[in-house]
């Protein structure tokens, strides 16, 4: 049975994945010309100056919808990356938290991992729970 951690894992990778298809299918959309409006000096069809000021600045021609597209494709790839890092990131950071919960062999778990910290802390941390979570944190932390 899948954990919690990986249900929630999965999920977010799914939207993830929805973004880069949805960005390839507005950029197909854009070289098959379905969003040119001859029309009109605009760079695309329902772009309404009064609500895309920015956008509305831009030629009606090929060329700038495809920077306008392409710039966009990027945004999104740059942003996945970003995004699927933290993820993977936290997810790992859940697993050893729950690994360390359970009573996994630590020495598998965070090799030759060390830290300080003061008994003061340690006692405002209150449960157990919160101190599984700063150590995983503290190895993340190190390994970033």
């Avoid at 991992?113 to 503290?138: P, Q, R």
Wanted: with cysteine.
């Amino acid at each position: 049975m899948a954990s919690k951690a990986y249900h929630s894992f999965k999920q977010k990778m799914g939207y993830f994945d929805d973004d880069i298809e949805l960005i390839d299918v507005i950029r197909a959309a854009v070289a098959n010309g379905d969003l040119t409006d001859p029309a009109t000096n605009r760079l695309m069809r329902h772009v309404d100056p009064a609500r895309h000021t920015h956008i509305s600045r831009r030629r009606n021609s090929d060329g700038a919808r495809q920077n306008t597209i392409n710039h966009l494709r990027q945004s999104v790839y740059s942003s996945y990356l970003k995004d699927m890092y933290e993820e993977v990131t936290e997810y790992l950071r859940r697993i050893l938290e729950q690994a360390s919960r359970k009573g996994l062999s630590a020495g598998r778990v965070v090799g030759e991992h060390s830290f300080k910290m003061d008994a003061k802390a340690i006692l405002e941390l209150g449960s157990w729970d919160n101190v599984c979570k700063t150590l995983a944190e503290s190895i993340f932390q190190n390994l970033e």
